[in-house]
C-alpha cells in the first residue's frame, strides 16, 4: 500500500497527460501531489522523510522553471536530477559515518554484515545512477509522449526490480529460522 502512495505523483502525472495531452498541466499535477504527500507525511508522522523532502523540492524547482518557462526540458530533467542526487547520498554515505545509507534505512530490521551493507548500498547507487542516465537518453532520442511513458514505467519497474533485489539480497543473510519464519 505504501508504495503506491509513493507513486502517487508520478501516477496522477501519466494520467494528467493522457487525458489532457499537456505536460503542463500534467507538471502542475505533479506539483500539487507532491506537495500533498509532504504535508500528509507532516501531518501524519511529525516528520517528512528525506527522499521525499529532496524528490518535492526538485519537483517544485524544476515545475516551476517548467510551467514559468513553457519549456518542458527541466520538468524531463527532474528524474535524472533527483536520481543522480539519491546515488550521490548513498555514495556520500559510504564515506561519511559509520553506516552506509541503506544500513541506516533497513538496519533496524535486518542484520547484515558490514560488507553486505556496502555491497548492497553500491547496487542502489548504480540503479540511480542508472535511472537517471537512461531518463537522459529518453529525452534526447524519443518524443515527449515516449519520454511520460517511459518515465512511468522506469519508475515502477526500476522500483520493484531494485526493491526484488534487495529483498532476495538480505535473504541470503537472513539466519534459517528467520527464514522459515518469513
Same mark, same amino acid.
Given at each position: 500500500?505504501q508504495?503506491?502512495?509513493? *507513486?502517487? $505523483?508520478?501516477?496522477?502525472?501519466?494520467?494528467? +497527460?493522457?487525458v489532457?495531452?499537456?505536460?503542463? *498541466?500534467?507538471?502542475?499535477?505533479?506539483? @500539487?501531489?507532491?506537495?500533498? %504527500?509532504?504535508?500528509? %507525511?507532516?501531518?501524519?508522522?511529525r516528520?517528512?522523510?528525506?527522499?521525499?523532502?529532496?524528490? @518535492?523540492?526538485?519537483v517544485? *524547482?524544476? @515545475?516551476?522553471?517548467?510551467?514559468?518557462?513553457r519549456? $518542458?526540458?527541466?520538468?524531463?530533467?527532474? $528524474?535524472?536530477?533527483?536520481? =543522480?542526487?539519491?546515488?550521490?547520498?548513498?555514495l556520500?554515505? /559510504? +564515506?561519511? @559515518?559509520?553506516?552506509?545509507?541503506?544500513? /541506516?534505512?533497513?538496519?533496524?530490521?535486518?542484520? #547484515? $554484515?558490514?560488507?553486505?551493507? /556496502?555491497?548492497?548500498?553500491?547496487? =542502489?547507487?548504480?540503479?540511480?545512477?542508472? #535511472?537517471?542516465?537512461? &531518463?537522459? +537518453?529518453?529525452?534526447? &532520442?524519443?518524443? !515527449? !509522449?515516449? =519520454?511520460?511513458?517511459?518515465?512511468?514505467?522506469?519508475?515502477?519497474?526500476?522500483? *520493484?526490480?531494485?526493491?526484488?533485489?534487495?529483498?532476495? =539480497?538480505?535473504?541470503? +543473510? #537472513?539466519?534459517?529460522? %528467520?527464514?522459515?519464519?518469513?
Open positions: 500500500m508504495l503506491l502512495v509513493d *507513486l502517487f $505523483p508520478i501516477i496522477l502525472f501519466f494520467a494528467v +497527460y493522457t489532457y495531452d499537456s505536460i503542463y *498541466l500534467a507538471t502542475a499535477a505533479l506539483m @500539487g501531489a507532491m506537495t500533498l %504527500q509532504i504535508a500528509v %507525511q507532516w501531518f501524519r508522522h516528520t517528512v522523510s528525506k527522499m521525499l523532502l529532496i524528490s @518535492g523540492v526538485v517544485v *524547482l524544476f @515545475g516551476s522553471a517548467t510551467l514559468i518557462l519549456n $518542458p526540458i527541466f520538468i524531463q530533467w527532474k $528524474p535524472t536530477i533527483a536520481n =543522480w542526487l539519491f546515488a550521490l547520498a548513498f556520500g554515505s /559510504r +564515506y561519511i @559515518g559509520e553506516k552506509t545509507l541503506i544500513q /541506516r534505512m533497513l538496519g533496524e530490521a535486518v542484520d #547484515l $554484515p558490514v560488507a553486505a551493507w /556496502r555491497q548492497l548500498n553500491w547496487m =542502489w547507487i548504480a540503479s540511480f545512477t542508472v #535511472l537517471g542516465a537512461a &531518463n537522459v +537518453y529518453v529525452i534526447y &532520442n524519443y518524443s !515527449e !509522449e515516449a =519520454w511520460v511513458r517511459f518515465k512511468l514505467a522506469s519508475i515502477i519497474v526500476f522500483t *520493484l526490480v531494485t526493491l526484488i533485489v534487495t529483498a532476495i =539480497w538480505i535473504w541470503k +543473510y #537472513l539466519p534459517e529460522e %528467520q527464514k522459515s519464519e518469513s
